[in-house]
């Protein structure tokens, strides 16, 4: 499991983020409402699919999500022993 880490710089707001790249600030009101809503949907998703809160992956909790099995894919004998 990773180690938690604490950002203690200081890093831009949205808005001096938008400044710097020329967005307006309208825009940039916009653009923040839309990733606000895409990650309650996406957490909403999460919860409702699998009962793991994406705010807990987000935040660096470690949830036991059980991996994909795939199966193996092996060659008949017979195939094999062509070769």
Do not use: C
Request: aromatic share 2%; charged share 30%; no cysteine.
């Amino acid at each position: 499991m990773r180690n938690r880490v604490r950002i203690t710089t200081p890093f831009p707001s949205i808005e001096q983020t938008a400044r710097t790249l020329g967005v307006s600030q309208r825009r940039a009101r916009q653009l923040s409402k839309l990733a606000e809503e895409t990650l309650a949907a996406l957490e909403a998703r999460a919860a409702k699919s699998s009962g793991v809160s994406l705010h807990g992956l987000v935040k660096g909790v470690s949830s036991r999500m059980p991996a994909k099995k795939v199966p193996k894919v092996r060659a008949p004998r017979a195939a094999r022993a062509r070769r």
